[in-house]
């Protein structure tokens, strides 16, 4: 299993990888299943790097059905993660330096 975290001083959220094909990864989110494409996950990974590479830019993700599950938002004011249905509405705030890690954790760093 592989572990994703997003954090603050006070709150994290935990994306794990919980078994994955060549065309699905099934994700467990704050104690909740969701899948979502390999394809998806990849456009989320690229999307957060050049977001966090440019400190603007927003990563989402959706899964398979086409259902928003989370944002990464990186902007002046620092960042957001938020979840969406099915999971309980939560908004997440925190700033660059927080991210880092994250993005180790991606492992798809850009390519721009």
Known sequence: MHTIEFSND?????????????????LMIDEQRVTIYVKTYLDFGEAFAKAFHSLKGTAELRDVEGRHVMDVIFSHRGVSVRLHDPFPEKTLQTDQSYMTETMRQIGIWNRL
């Open 10 to 26: 006070n709150e994290v959220v935990r994306m794990v990888i919980d078994s994955a094909d060549r065309e699905r990864l099934d």
